[in-house]
């Protein structure tokens, strides 16, 4: 039986990465973004690979647009087996240090790191575990787990996202639910965060050195997650 895999806040890096290597393995694939003609042009490019793909709009820090989206898909391409959060914002949202955070700073990091994630496993966890089957994919990045100042508001939501899927994780055990957390501590070939750190270094401060990982590592790496089903959380491409 052929499986649907939805990214949702799809992009050409974790979202390309991952959509070709379940595409590689049979699922379809549903684009989720909250540009109509980029996200129909990003399942155009699958569909070229030979994946079967469709796209859907929504942004997904909005409730009701996202509930619309689930509902188009399961629609469209029948039950979400594999949900893969991957929405995530640009550089350009950082604060410059942890004493420049305040809350206005964390309105960006929270919507798509915190609520967002909430709210997709509200619309797809109950029919996953009335199933009995299912995976809910999230992504995190490196300034949770080490000390970047200059990456403050986005270290603070991603320890509370890293609680939220860890917790999720240890309460759906047992039910055939997976959920895990993929720790992303480099650059993501092709990223918008990669383009925007090429065009402007002037974004990392000086003497910070990041490591780069390419798109198809880390959708091995999310495959890996999905079929071994063990850990909560997966750390890849941070410094030794």
């Known amino acids: 039986m052929t499986r649907t895999l939805a990214i949702f806040g799809y ?8 959509a070709r290597r379940f595409g590689k393995e049979g699922f379809r694939v549903a684009v989720v973004g909250r ?4 996200a129909n042009r990003n399942a155009e490019r699958l569909r070229a690979e030979g994946i079967e793909a469709a796209a859907f709009t929504a942004d997904i820090t909005d409730a009701r647009q996202l509930q619309t989206a689930v509902d188009d898909i399961t629609a ?26 305040d809350v206005a700073a964390l309105a960006v990091p929270i919507a798509l790191k915190l ?29 949770e787990r080490h000390l970047l100042p200059y990456l403050a508001n986005f270290g603070i939501v991603l320890a509370a996202q890293r609680a ?17 957390l993929l720790n ?43 079929t071994e089903r063990v850990h909560d959380e997966l750390d890849v491409g941070f410094p030794a």
């Open 164 to 180: 939220y899927v860890r917790q999720l994780h240890a309460e759906l055990e047992g039910t055939g639910v997976y959920v895990g």
């Open 35 to 38: 540009d109509g003609e980029r």
């Open 76 to 101: 469209t391409l029948g039950p979400i087996d594999v949900a893969m959060h991957g929405a995530a914002a640009d550089p350009s949202a950082r604060t410059p240090s942890t004493l420049e955070v």
């Open 184 to 226: 992303i501590g480099a650059l993501i070939g092709n990223s918008r965060a990669e383009r925007m750190v090429d065009e402007h270094p002037e974004l990392v401060p000086p003497g910070v050195e990041i490591p780069r990982i390419t798109n198809d590592e880390l959708g091995e790496h999310y495959w890996r997650m999905y």
């Open 115 to 143: 609520h967002s994630p909430i709210l997709l496993t509200r619309a797809l966890a109950p029919a996953m575990i009335e199933r009995g089957d299912g995976a809910l994919l999230f992504s995190s990045g490196s300034s």
């Open 11 to 18: 992009g050409p890096g974790l979202g390309v990465g991952t």
